[in-house]
């Protein structure tokens, strides 16, 4: 059975920083393709990063390009996403989730981890 | 880049058929055949639902089903039931910034 379990959520100040990380299993992680996406308080989803299964290939929303890091550790069968310079509008839950067919297709999600920017 | 326009709500009975639109432009939903959708239930992982508009994944039931049309996209239930309320997305490959996501829909079942 496909799971993915994220963690690393929290409180965090404006201008702070935050590492999420996404546990894999029940597949073959490094085969994969993942993603963040995130759903902010109210609102709908948002697509955040995507990285390919060797980690070349990566690529940012405009909302957080500059700030945040995709990153994997195939060894690990685990997900990362470093946030810095963390604002408000960041605070949502983050959802690692996984492709499947395409790229282009999220076939697996986690729960979600909650992640609240504020002073 | 703005998300696809769906309708914020859609309602039905037990036993109907609703449809679910999915608005976008020749850059996402009309120019290719990526289009998802994902059933959430507020505080559980999203679903997939429909994949490249109209595949379901295995273990999905066939009354749903998606279409595209142009640049709007569709996701049809039939015979409504009352685990189907729920939030539902569309999401599109986009050629601007590759992820594109609809507004969201909240179905409730009468």
């Known amino acids: 059975e496909v799971q993915l379990v994220e963690s690393g959520g929290g409180l965090v100040q404006p201008g702070g920083s935050l590492r999420l990380s996404c546990a894999a299993s029940?597949?073959?992680?490094?085969?994969?393709?993942m993603n963040w996406v995130r759903q902010a308080p109210g609102k709908g989803l948002e697509w955040v990063s995507y990285?390919?299964?060797?980690?070349?290939?990566?690529f940012y929303a405009d909302s957080v390009k500059g700030r945040f890091t995709i990153s994997r550790d195939n060894a690990k069968n685990s997900l990362y996403l470093q946030m810095n310079s963390l604002r408000a509008e960041d605070t949502a839950v983050y959802y690692c989730?996984?492709?499947?067919?395409?790229?282009?297709?999220?076939?697996?999600w986690g729960q979600g981890t909650l992640v609240t920017v504020s002073s | 880049q703005s998300a696809l326009t769906q309708p914020a709500s859609v309602s039905g009975s037990p036993g109907q058929s609703i449809t679910i639109s999915c608005t976008g432009t020749?850059?996402?939903?009309?120019?290719?055949?990526?289009v998802s959708w994902y059933q959430h239930h507020p505080g559980k992982a999203p679903k997939l639902m429909i994949y490249?508009?109209?595949n379901r994944p295995s273990g999905v039931s066939n009354r749903f089903s998606g279409s595209k049309s142009g640049n709007t996209a569709s996701l049809t239930i039939s015979g409504l039931q009352a685990e189907d309320e729920a939030d539902y997305y569309c999401?599109?490959?986009?050629?601007?910034?590759?992820?594109?996501f609809g507004g969201g829909t909240k179905l409730t079942v009468l």
């Open positions: 029940g597949f073959t992680f490094s085969a994969y393709s």
């Open positions: 999401s599109s490959y986009t050629s601007s910034t590759n992820w594109v």
């Open positions: 989730a996984r492709a499947t067919g395409s790229i282009w297709t999220l076939g697996y």
């Open positions: 990285i390919s299964s060797s980690s070349s290939t990566i």
């Open positions: 490249e508009v109209s």
């Open positions: 020749s850059s996402d939903v009309g120019g290719y055949n990526y």
